[in-house]
């Protein structure tokens, strides 16, 4: 869950409001503390804010945990018994999944700090200053220090290329088991390189780790909140200095984050339905249950603090936090957000009913947040809704959608599969009177965007006609092709000289600017990961996008987002002056830029 605290709002900085892209709000993690057996279960902390990632201390005397209390996450430190919470890091970058040394004395840790991408850093506790332990392009993740301290396990990403999982478009995690040692020296690989395995933790003899394993194509089945049936991990015992891997008998599911116990016991993670999640033990015991993503053990194993995610209502509209002072950021419950030229309104969608089919647009009066639902449809979705120039219509796309909205099941092996049975662009009056299909035919077309005129649009279009982007004279309906890619999310610039778009190229999701007439197309980003989702400064000066250029911050099974790595950036329109704006491991999307004429009054 992203979080609640409120950032102070100074004149020269801009809002985005950012929607999703079709899944739901994570849910409030919250830090739990138990007998091994779940009995007596409590909160190790009263207060209702975002915990999770706790790590207990080989002296017992401390629990380290990530927390989002005061902005970005970060470090704290408490005893078992709640007492005496201190903060350890305060910087605006990404820290979590804090590990101890075995004298207690320091922490391994996952920070984004020096550059953006998640990588190993350590800490003397007692000074608190951090030293970067690992670098490379990919992420390093679930640090874990050996019982004799000469070495660090650790999961990474560093010999992935970010595949597109089957016949989508998220990314899957490739991610192989590297041991290092504490100065930095004796990186090896100790897995197979082409599946995954993570979470590795060190057996008492410092010659083993064991960790969980599956296949590339379960990392995007298993980061569902429950994965279906299918998608069972192993858990495995690997020999650090040979690679040798044996399996541990440990039953079904989808098995996480294991934890070598006294008496040769293995606890870990299931998460599974809500009438199976929990923790586990090797030997056939359980824990506690419930949506439970990481524990640890007291070192005598008898107890055990782990963090759940709870069900917590959320207001429609929330400040969030911003590593960039430049901009401020809120949050709505709802998909594709768009403001009025007023800045005083937005417009946005529902997510699908539970048969993933049924939406709703609806208009938030931004000082009240007050939401008026203007059109529903009960077999349809509604994505993508916009404004016209006046602000007396609002135009968005109608159709399945199942790329969207059918729960990662949408598969897409040949174009025209992108059809989906078609969709159309479709318009109302603010008020919600006046509907009008503006599109027909067999091609699925979306996402449209008005011109400054009001009087023509730009929409993308996938079918058996081509695809591309599309003008339509909203009058006489007659259509002008303006591309021929596999392009999308065009936005027509509010000065109207330039439309942006994200288009597949060479194996990426890049974005366009194209000028209305089509001939000047120009390039303006470059990643190895997705770009998408854009929206235009009200000047038009600047884009604000998401991107998956910083790549994975977590092993996604814990994040339960389709893609935990989106962040977003804003640039200018030809592509430099580049900033990134969040730094988390949620899946941030659809961002939306309100006028600065207009300010929304500080949450709660």
Known sequence: MLALAHQAGRQSRRRLRGGQDGTPFPLASRTRFVAADGSGERPLLESRDVDYDPAWSPDGATIVFTSERRGSADLFRIKPDGADLEQLTDDPAYDDQAAFSPDSRQLVFVSTRGGGTAHLWTMELSAR??????????????????????????????????????GRWERLQ?????????????????????????SPKWTSD???VVAYCMDAEQTLANRRPAPEPGSDTRLLSIDVSSGAASEIAAGAGVKINPSPLPEGVIGFVRKDSAETAGIYYSNGASGPRGSVRS??????????????????????????????????????????????????????????????????????????????????????????????????????????????????????????????GGAQVAMVNADGGGFQQLTSGPANNAFPSFAPDGRRFVFRTFGPEGNGLRIMNVDSREVIALTQEYDNFPLWSPRGDLIVFSRLAGGAYEIFTVTPDGKSVRRLTFTRGNDAHMAWSPDGESIAFVSSRMGFKDEVAYTDAPQPYGELFVMRYDGTNLQQITDNQWEEGTPAWQPVSRRQPSQP
């Open 129 to 166: 200053k951090a030293r970067r332990l690992t670098a490379g392009s990919g992420g390093d993740f679930r640090p874990s220090w050996s019982p004799d301290g000469k070495w660090i396990a650790f999961s990474s990403d560093r010999g992935g290329d970010l595949p597109f999982a089957h």
């Open 174 to 198: 490739l991610a192989d088991v590297y041991i290092i040692r504490p100065d930095g020296s004796g990186l090896k690989r100790v897995t197979a390189h082409g599946r995954f395995c993570g």
């Open 206 to 208: 410092s010659r083993h």
């Open 295 to 420: 524990a640890s053990w007291s070192p005598d194993g008898r107890r055990v603090v782990f963090h759940k995610r709870l069900a917590a209502a959320q207001p429609a509209v929330r400040s969030t936090f911003s590593r960039n002072a430049k901009y401020e950021l809120t949050l709505t419950s709802t998909i594709h957000p768009s403001f009025n030229a007023a800045g005083d309104r937005f417009v946005s969608s529902s997510p699908p009913a539970a048969n993933r089919l049924g939406a709703s647009v609806s208009v938030t009066t931004v000082d009240t947040q007050h939401a008026d639902v203007i059109y529903q449809d009960a077999s349809r979705n509604v994505p993508g809704a916009q404004w016209a120039p006046r602000g007396h219509r609002i135009i968005f796309g109608i159709g399945t959608f199942n790329a969207f909205f059918n729960g990662l099941h949408g598969v897409f092996l040949k174009p025209e599969d992108r059809a989906e």
